[in-house]
T-cell receptor, first 114, second 110 residues
């Protein structure tokens, strides 16, 4: 158990809908990262938040957005869902940005878009 | 794009050491090498990381060549539960993101 929690574990929805994925980092961690893992793309970095502020963006679609709240939990919002958005979504947390800092991953949310 | 190259798959007998190689010839001087593994569709599990020196923890050892262009992860006594995809990652200096490649699928057999 990494100490990172994600809810829900599974999510099934229809095209065009909007969903929110939630991540609670490990106690004391200020950084939250979101990654997407699809069958054809592997694990891809989406976005990084540190202490409530966006630090870096990766291959995140404009239909997706994220935020980190004062209690440090983070939410990833996915809207106008398409079949291709079906994937595993992982969040990871670390104490702070830095080259020697370790990211610990949560168990993931499996999103299925029908 | 991933900065690392790894063999697609490897086999290892239970109880033997598993040596997983990784090439990272374009690594910068201040970039760390990280190893994670993923069992089925679970969240990637951190194993070990290093900069220049060899590192060891309760899970594995990491051997980094002197020129830092390659490294080897060593699982000293592989068990069936070590069957997983192992990712060697060079952490991006500018963004802190982990850039995953395709990894090595390690199969431990009895």
């Amino acid at each position: 158990d990494s100490g990172v929690t994600q809810t829900p574990k599974h999510l099934i929805t229809a095209t065009g809908q909007r969903v929110t994925l939630r991540c609670s980092p490990r106690s004391g961690d200020l950084s939250v990262y979101w990654y997407q893992q699809s069958l054809d793309q592997g694990l891809q970095f989406l976005i990084h938040y540190y202490n409530g502020e966006e630090r870096a963006k990766g291959n995140i679609l404009e239909r997706f957005s994220a935020q980190q709240f004062p209690d440090l939990h983070s939410e990833l919002n996915l809207s106008s869902l398409e079949l291709g958005d079906s994937a595993l979504y992982f969040c990871a947390s670390s104490v702070a940005p830095g080259l020697g800092d370790t990211q610990y991953f949560g168990p993931g949310t499996r999103l299925t878009v029908l | 794009d991933a900065k690392t190259t790894q063999p697609t798959s490897m086999d290892c007998a239970e109880g033997r050491a598993a040596n997983l190689p990784c090439n990272h010839s374009t690594i910068s001087g201040n970039e760390y090498v990280y190893w994670y593994r993923q069992i089925h569709s679970q969240g990637p599990q951190y194993i070990i990381h290093g900069l220049k020196n060899n590192e060891t923890n309760e899970m594995a050892s990491l051997i980094i060549t002197e020129d830092r262009k390659s490294s080897t992860l060593i699982l000293p006594h592989a068990t069936l539960r070590d069957t997983a995809v192992y990712y060697c990652i060079v952490r991006d200096y500018n963004t802190d993101k982990l850039i995953f490649g395709t990894g090595t699928r390690l199969q431990v057999f009895p």
